[in-house]
């Protein structure tokens, strides 16, 4: 029973952040608000919240880490398959060396590098996004424990 009540949490949490970013973002036509690694970060985030990979430096870190390598390779190196692979394998070493690991971040230079994105990207989506959910996150683990303790 306890299982069946984290996944109905952790799903009810994830559709919260989500659905706060989707309705933000579709309110504000001038700002992208969410991206698809956001799903994955959600299931790390809400589903095993207690893994070093989910922890709020990870989350935003790791997410701000990556997306300045794909800026960066797509301001200064171009987009070819192969600088698609080099980036890739430099953001997944930069969150390594620098104890930011997020697996979710892992996607973003390619999907920064494959559709074009400038230097906003790296503020929105990605800041604020990924802060979104941390606080997302923060708020559900207390209203979560609140029920435990209550029940």
């Known amino acids: 029973m306890k299982n069946l009540y984290s996944a109905i949490f952790a799903g009810l949490s994830s559709a919260l952040a989500i659905g ?25 985030v809400f589903g095993v919240p207690t893994s070093p990979l989910a922890q709020p430096k990870n989350v935003i870190f790791g997410h701000l880490i990556t997306a300045i390598v794909g800026l960066t390779f797509i301001s200064f190196v171009g987009v070819t398959p192969l600088t698609l692979a080099l980036a890739t394998g430099l953001g997944v070493s930069a969150m390594l060396l620098s104890k930011t690991t997020h697996p979710p971040a892992g996607a973003n230079p390619l999907l920064i590098m494959m559709t074009g994105q400038s230097w906003s990207f790296l503020i929105t989506p990605v800041l604020i996004g990924a802060v979104t959910i941390v606080l997302c996150g923060i708020l559900m683990t207390h209203v979560r424990s609140r029920l435990l303790t209550e029940s």
């Open 20 to 44: 706060i970013l989707t309705f933000l973002d579709s309110n504000q036509s001038d700002y992208l608000l969410i991206m698809a690694p956001f799903g994955a970060t959600a299931v790390l």
